[in-house]
């Protein structure tokens, strides 16, 4: 569904002209926990300031038993309510920005949801839930709608001005070869015109020519520009998100108003090995969005890009065991919201009891039914991003719905 | 020093240029790496070059600039060239070895006509690898040859009233030097001509693409020899192109990677290996935890030796093998921990009912999703089923090594299958799918072939895995019909075998089936109703598959498996049931350059690809445009790319072999590239 949205926008371009387009400039970039990263051990309760006894270390450390990351190793953080956290110690530059420049937010408990749901509802076979529950595909789906093809739809934006999202983990950033003019390059250009009557032959054609245009236009955007100095780490994530700051680079010569980047990592899906692999994974989330918001700052848009995260899904707070602990397969997790827009050193949302069969418990081994929708999430990003009150009811069904509507760790443009 | 005086004076020393193999012997059709070892030189470096020694008559071959050597087609009179290297410090030294040609193996793919009547005839034999003096022999018995070319000979046969309704193998004997026979088994029968399947060369090709790595020429010849059915029975008797020892490896899974591409390029067990590759893409693909050969070879050979068993055979083997076991968590799964607080790993429990066999929700014979009265899709098991068979998959550890004790925890052992260790089971009652019960009490392997029968038995695995099978082979898009014509292949009611799960029935059946088959005459796509027909290539499938077309020759050097990684898994596709998210657009560069990395670089001595054919008729735009159509699109191709590559060529000087073959590239490339080519009609 999502593809297809991609190809309608590819063919048809944006919608018709009503105002004119934003002169600002501004980017959102989202970061694909692929796998299913586990929440619990990202942001570790460690006491609310109301004293809940369900959200502090001692019931989190009980229910995770050997899996529990140690309390002496994470980064402290505070909300705004004085509710105590802490951040899995992978995360530590992130940590510091929580921590010193505020301008990273942490929105609990997060998910899909086909429309308000309660406990007793999902547990009775009641309320309506998201397809796919519980599965890589399907969720990864959700979210890909979420974060990916729904970003758009900014009032006034010719198509040039507002391109189409670019998928960083699918290229290796080397650009085409042997791509210069040629009869052999007109061959291929003329033949993306030309199909045989079968579907899939116009989508290749499609997805091709896109391709092809993003690799050239960023060849020749980039021409003479001079490379960062902010140094990225040699990650794959890194790699990713430092060929997002070139292409933010070359916005002036792109002539572009707003950008959509994708980037992913895998290694989240902890079924063993949870406390190494997850660590591990999260430490290169922090060092990769660390390093890209300093090249934000770098190049004066520090303010004008925010990057997300995303993940399909959450993990139970219960731990499986084999021949290392992890978790399997849950539903509502956290996630981290950075930029100098962002109204950070703050936790959004509603962090859930640390219970089995808790009052947050859809399945009795510490699954979260959400408590914010993906879709509002999706919506305070989108609003940030410009989209206009259609776009965004279009973009994120119902997410008005949901209590809270759109949560407000962006300042509203 | 500077490095001028440096290499002044070493160069007045002993300067030597050692060459190995120093007397190699080479059959046409392979080639040979030459490596050259200078010593008293500062300068490494030679300069190759290939000769014949005085007198000699004919061609001596090429040397490419790495020094990979390639025998001439035809052999030189006598069958010996001299390879030399020279120093490129300077001419002063060099080394020049002698090699020995040998004539090349014969291989024979079919015959002319089939049926050969009593009495005397003419029997066209195609195949390769022929030279002038070969023989054609029926039964043993040699018979008059004529040499036609290397991949054709007529031979005078006799045969005789008593041998009518007989069988006569025809085989091939080279002369010396390195005279050898033909080894395959091409037969004739006696008797008037029966009216065996008569398949056109562009059908045999189509046929191959679903079926093979894509063809080559012997295997076209050999499927339009046969027809398609004769053919799957001969390839379901064929051996399996062997995976190398893992215990004979180093750590690194290359070796492995490079054979799996030699053979999927010259294996003769062509559709072993790629229904073998299917399974395993429906299975999850290669484990991302097999990062050694004693991981991925015995993986690799549960899908080799399972291709055409029974998929609850194969059911079994994958669960309880020991890569798939590290990568899905099977082995080493606790049963809950005596407090409760620890429970079952589910993740191969969810993926096995998910992704592999069943699917989330009900489904109707012909794969559609079966609705409730509501008109509701519905769920096909429970979170409670996931856990069940958690507490099923419990007790299963790597096997225990000769001489030690049994341990919940077996230290890693690659070669064999898991083996349960029952104190680790639970032993609790199970509700499995549809409410089927496993009792409690029973042991780890009572209760995994219990659960396995119970998901070999559920009506879903049969249009579930017809549909993924399709997918795989022949149309990500299949009709209703056609998934419940494979399904009921699968369910004893097909024109199987009366067995259910008999996979080489459900390969027939989406082979075979007139849904797959309608487009080898049609020409013109999309056939009626079936716009959305057609299959993404995938690289590890396309890459084989042009290598095929080129006649290219792939040793076990060869690093086609990061050339495929670059290119990317490809845009997700519709139909697909597990689309990989996250890859776009941008992946068509990859593809791009995948495509161009094989036509333009020099790919090492492990894929060598002679494009002479290509080149040949380069000259000529549109013979050009045609000899693709014929190789690479079945003679269906569109013309609008016909006109295209005439017009890429036209574009381009044509005179000299250099520019012919720049030519012949860039219409390669144009073509290859095209989303017509990369989706599989």
């Known amino acids: ?312 899904f959450g993990r139970t707070l219960q731990p499986c065991g084999g021949g290392t602990l992890g978790s399997d397969h849950g539903w509502g997790s956290h996630h981290l919201i950075v930029g100098d827009a962002v109204k950070g050193g703050d936790v959004y949302g509603k962090y859930p009891a640390m219970a089995l069969d808790g009052p947050d418990d859809a399945t009795g081994r510490g699954v979260w039914i959400p408590t914010t929708a993906t879709a509002q999430y999706g919506a305070a990003l989108g609003r940030w991003f410009g989209m206009s009150e259609e776009a965004l009811a279009e973009a994120f069904p119902n997410f008005e719905s949901f209590a809270g509507g759109a949560p407000g760790f962006l300042a509203s443009s | 020093m500077s490095l001028w005086v440096l290499l002044l004076a070493t160069a007045w020393g002993q300067a030597l240029v050692t060459v190995t193999p120093s007397a190699p012997v080479v059959r046409v059709g392979k080639s040979v790496q030459f490596a050259a070892t200078v010593t008293g030189l500062a300068v490494k470096s030679v300069r190759w070059s290939v000769g014949l020694p005085v007198g000699g008559k004919g061609l001596p071959g090429t040397i490419s600039e790495s020094g990979l050597y390639t025998p001439p087609a035809v052999l030189p009179v006598p069958s010996t060239v001299l390879v030399t290297a020279t120093s490129t410090a300077m001419n002063v030294a060099n080394t020049r070895v002698i090699v020995s040609l040998q004539n090349p193996y014969p291989v024979v793919a079919s015959t002319l006509p089939v049926w050969v009547p009593a009495g005397s005839s003419t029997l066209t034999v195609n195949g390769s690898g022929f030279v002038p003096a070969a023989q054609v022999f029926l039964d043993g018995i040699g018979v008059a040859t004529t040499f036609v070319s290397a991949t054709r000979l007529t031979a005078k046969v006799a045969a005789t009233v008593p041998q009518l309704g007989q069988q006569l193998a025809v085989t091939v004997t080279n002369p010396a030097p390195g005279g050898t026979s033909s080894t395959g088994v091409v037969t004739v029968r006696v008797g008037p001509d029966t009216g065996l399947a008569r398949v056109t060369t562009g059908a045999a090709r189509r046929f191959l693409q679903q079926a093979a790595f894509g063809p080559d020429t012997v295997s076209m010849l050999r499927v339009q020899h046969l027809g398609f059915s004769e053919y799957l029975t001969e390839q379901f008797g064929t051996a399996s192109s062997p995976f190398p020892d893992a215990a004979t490896l180093d750590v690194s899974v290359a070796p492995v990677q490079a054979r799996f591409y030699t053979n999927a390029v010259h294996g003769k067990d062509q559709v072993r290996q790629r229904m073998a590759l299917a399974l395993m893409e429906i299975f999850g693909g290669a484990p991302a935890g097999a990062r050694s050969p004693a991981q991925l070879v015995p993986f690799l050979r549960v899908f080799q030796q399972g291709a055409f068993g029974n998929f609850r055979q194969l059911l079994y083997n994958v669960t309880v093998n020991a890569a798939m076991g590290e990568t899905w968590d099977v082995r080493n799964n606790n049963k809950a921990s005596a407090d409760g607080a620890t429970v079952p790993n589910e993740n191969y429990a969810r993926e096995l009912l998910e992704t592999f066999t069943v699917g989330p929700v009900l489904l109707n014979p012909d794969g559609s999703v079966k609705l409730n009265e509501d008109g509701e899709a519905v769920a096909a098991y429970s979170e409670k089923t996931v856990r069940d068979f958690a507490k099923v998959l419990t007790g299963w550890t790597y096997a225990t090594r000769q001489g030690s004790i049994p341990a919940r925890h077996n230290p890693a052992n690659y070669d064999r299958a898991l083996a349960p260790f029952e104190a680790n089971h639970d032993t609790s009652e199970k509700v499995l799918l549809n409410g089927v019960k496993l009792r409690a009490g029973q042991t780890a392997q009572q209760d995994l072939s219990g659960a396995l029968d119970i998901v070999f038995a559920h009506p879903n695995l049969a249009p579930f895995l017809a549909h993924r099978l399709i997918a795989q082979l022949v149309t990500d898009s299949p009709s209703r019909a056609y998934v419940a014509r494979v399904a009921s292949a699968f369910t004893k009611s097909g024109t199987g075998t009366g067995v259910r799960g008999d996979l080489k029935a459900v390969l027939r059946a989406v082979l075979l089936d007139q849904e797959a088959r309608a487009g080898d005459a049609a020409g013109n796509w999309p056939i009626a109703g079936r716009e959305t027909h057609g299959h993404w290539r995938a690289p590890n499938v396309m890459v084989p598959s042009i290598l095929r077309g080129l006649e290219a020759q792939v040793n076990d050097t060869n690093r086609l ?121």
Request: hydrophobic residues 45%; negative net charge; proline residues 5%.
């Open chain 1, 1 to 312: 569904m999502r593809r297809r949205d991609l190809l309608r926008m590819a063919v048809l371009g944006a919608p018709a002209l009503r105002a004119s387009c934003p002169s600002d400039y501004r980017a959102l970039v989202c970061v694909m926990m692929a796998g299913g990263n586990d929440g619990n051990n990202m942001l570790v309760p460690i006491a609310s300031a109301e004293g809940d006894p369900l959200i502090s270390y001692s019931q989190y450390a009980k229910a995770r038993g050997g899996l529990a990351v140690p309390l002496e190793s994470v980064v402290r953080i505070s909300a705004g309510n004085g509710d105590q956290f802490g951040l899995h110690g992978g995360l530590k530059e992130l940590g510091e920005l929580y921590n010193q420049r505020k301008n990273v937010a942490v929105l609990a408990n997060v998910g899909p949801l086909a429309e308000p749901l309660t406990r007793a509802e999902y547990r009775g076979g009641k309320g309506m839930v998201p397809g796919g529950l519980y599965s890589h595909g399907g969720q990864q789906a959700e979210w890909q709608a979420m974060a990916g093809a729904a970003f758009g739809g900014v009032e006034g934006c010719e198509a040039t001005e507002i391109p189409l999202p670019v998928w960083l983990g699918g290229g290796n950033g080397a650009g085409l070869r042997g791509g210069g003019d040629s009869p052999r390059m007109t061959g291929v250009t003329n033949l993306l015109r030309v199909d045989d009557g079968l579907t899939m032959v116009r989508g290749a054609n499609t997805l091709t020519e896109v391709g092809l245009a993003q690799s050239r236009m960023l060849e020749a955007a980039l021409d003479g520009v001079e490379p960062l100095t902010t140094a990225f780490p040699n990650t794959p994530l890194g790699r990713q998100l430092a060929r997002a700051a070139r292409m933010i680079q070359a916005r002036g010569t792109l002539g572009v108003k707003r950008q959509i980047f994708l980037a992913a990592i895998g290694g989240f899906d902890t079924h063993e090995r949870q406390l190494t692999d997850q660590a591990a994974a999260l430490a290169q989330v922090s060092g990769a969005m660390a390093a890209f918001y300093q090249a934000t700052v770098e190049m004066g848009v520090g303010d004008q890009v925010v990057t997300f995260t995303a993940s399909e």
């Open chain 2, 561 to 681: 498996a990061d050339l495929v990684a670059a290119m990317g898994p490809g845009p997700s596709v519709p139909g697909d049931p597990a689309p990989p998210l996250w890859a776009g657009p941008e992946q068509a560069v990859g593809r791009f350059n995948g495509i161009y990395a094989l036509l333009y670089d020099d790919l090492g001595a492990g894929v060598a690809i002679d494009l002479g054919p290509f080149v040949n008729v380069a000259g000529d735009g549109r013979r050009l445009a045609v000899l693709i159509d014929d190789i690479y699109f079945q003679g269906w191709m569109p013309a609008e790319l016909q006109t295209e590559l005439e017009a890429v060529a036209g574009g381009m000087a044509g005179t000299t072999l250099a520019e012919k073959k720049a030519r012949a590239q860039a219409a390669l490339y144009v073509a290859l590239s095209s989303g017509l080519y990369n989706v599989q009609h």
